[in-house]
């Protein structure tokens, strides 16, 4: 299999870095909408003001340990802000952070930053919903590495008013230690996804507490500049979770084909598992696929992702031990005459040993040391995704970004919400609430 995936891997990428056309699709004009929250009147930029059609990019990064999951939900959050600022009549593009150094993509010995978006998704797909660019390409439109403005995302120190959600922006003093510094041009230096390069023009602390497309007044009126950054921009909340916008933006998400068929190959060797034989048939255009809830039939075998590393170290009660999860496996089999188990986890070597002790059976996708370089851990986690995501049934961790995906997932390719949304429970857990089935709207 070493052969075929490096080949797999090699033919995508060159054919995929030689398409040129990463400008805007078109787009109608959109109304007007209404836009608040701006900051007290008087706020003034020192920044010069661009002029009124130019491009404008919007960049974002989010918490250093935060996983890949979880950056992929803020990735809609973007999206959606991105939407907002353009129905409002701005040309905004959305700039795509470069995948690395993200705490749990633990493989030594392989370079893993300054990953492009295209490695792991289609962005021909992504450019269908809303215009991206990824950060090379926005180098070198921009005519260097220069951000003009950086705004750091933080919460109100002093948290909510009276009690009172409301939703509100604004320029306050940086209250978290500045994970950025003047070098001696005058110039701010800070992570910027391993581009040593990059520098920013100017940055600033703004206090938000809201929505995402919040910012689209701020961006509009405030920071007139061509390109802005939020730092953080984990802060921001859903415009809509579950709307209409958000599958839109979820659906776009489409892996890149490599990996989707580095994944098909897999199930058809070891889970005697075909798309024709399961009814999981994917349209490439994803604007197109739309399967009927329970038309999925999936592979014959159960899919697991059982999630451990930080999720155990904090002893929580919604985990359960290696022991309690091979016994609810063992129970799913029976009940749903299953012979075969696939199983996805960041499980590390001791707890995996004993995981094969108790399922010797147990399937696993294991690349080997040549394919985990071009796969990188974002691409096995991908391939885990997507083989999890074609099982007759599926259960995962409790409030894991890396199983909401899979649900996801299972949803688009049309599985019956039982056989989707399930969920391993404590040993000791009193309470064991299923997640809950978010339907597609289209
Ligand atoms: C406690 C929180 O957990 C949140 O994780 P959670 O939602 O599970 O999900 P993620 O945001 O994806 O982060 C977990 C990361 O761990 C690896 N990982 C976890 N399970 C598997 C698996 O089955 N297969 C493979 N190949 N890799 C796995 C993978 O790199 C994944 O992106 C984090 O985003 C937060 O930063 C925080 O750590």
């Known amino acids: 299999m070493a052969f075929s995936i490096f080949h797999l891997v090699l033919l995508y990428l060159s054919s995929t870095y030689s398409f040129s056309a990463f400008f805007l699709g078109v787009f109608a004009a959109f109304a007007a909408v209404k836009s608040e ?3 007290s009147a008087g706020h003034t930029s020192t920044i010069p003001i661009a002029a009124a059609r130019d491009l404008r990019y919007l960049l974002y990064d989010v918490n250093p340990p935060e996983g890949f999951n979880l950056r992929r939900d803020v990735y809609i959050r973007m999206a959606s802000l991105v939407k907002t600022l353009r129905k409002e009549g701005g040309d905004w593009v959305l700039v795509l952070p470069p995948w690395g150094r993200l705490y749990h993509w633990q493989s030594s010995d392989i370079d893993q930053i300054r990953i492009p978006w295209g490695e792991f998704f289609s962005i021909t797909s992504l450019q269908a919903n809303v215009p991206v660019i990824e950060y090379e390409e926005f180098i070198a439109e921009n005519g260097g590495p220069f951000i003009d403005q950086v705004l750091v995302l933080q919460n109100y ?6 009690g009172k959600w409301e939703e509100k922006v604004d320029e306050r003093p940086c209250f978290d230690k500045l994970m950025y510094y003047k070098d001696k041009q005058g110039y701010y230096r800070g992570w910027f996804w391993g581009y040593e390069e990059t520098r920013a023009r100017n940055v600033t ?20 500049v061509t390109s ?4 953080r921009a984990e802060t921001l909340l859903h415009d809509v979770y579950a709307g209409k916008d958000y599958w839109d933006t979820r659906r776009s998400m489409v892996f890149a084909k490599h990996l989707r068929l580095i994944g098909d190959e897999f199930r058809a060797k070891y889970l005697n ?13 994803w604007t197109r696929m739309r399967a009927k809830p329970g038309s999925a039939k999936g592979g014959p075998y159960l899919a697991v992702h059982l999630r451990r590393k930080d999720f155990i170290w904090g002893h929580r009660e919604d985990v359960p031990s290696l022991k309690g999860a091979v016994k609810t496996i063992s129970n799913l089999m029976k009940k749903h005459k299953l012979e075969k188990v696939f199983i996805a986890t960041d ?10 002790g108790m399922l010797p059976h147990m399937v696993r996708f294991e690349p080997s040391q040549e394919d985990l370089e071009l796969l990188k ?3 096995v986690a991908i391939i885990d995704q997507w083989i999890c995501s074609h099982a007759r049934f599926f259960i995962g961790t409790s409030v894991s970004t890396f199983s909401f995906r ?4 299972r949803e688009i390719l049309g599985f019956d919400p039982k056989t989707t949304y399930n969920r391993f429970c404590g040993d000791a857990e009193k309470e064991c609430e299923q997640p809950t089935h978010w339907k597609i709207v289209y």
């Open 406 to 409: 899979i649900h996801e997932e």
């Open 205 to 224: 602390c703004v206090s938000a507490q809201g929505h995402a497309s919040i910012m689209a007044p701020v961006l509009q009126r405030n920071y007139t």
């Open 157 to 162: 120190a002093e948290g909510w008013t009276e």
């Open 273 to 285: 598992s075909t798309d024709d034989r399961d009814l999981t048939t994917y349209r490439e255009d």
């Open 228 to 231: 802005v950054m939020l730092d």
């Open 37 to 39: 929250n701006v900051f």
């Open 347 to 356: 499980a590390d070597g001791e707890e995996l040993k004993e995981l094969k």
């Open 377 to 379: 851990d974002g691409g």
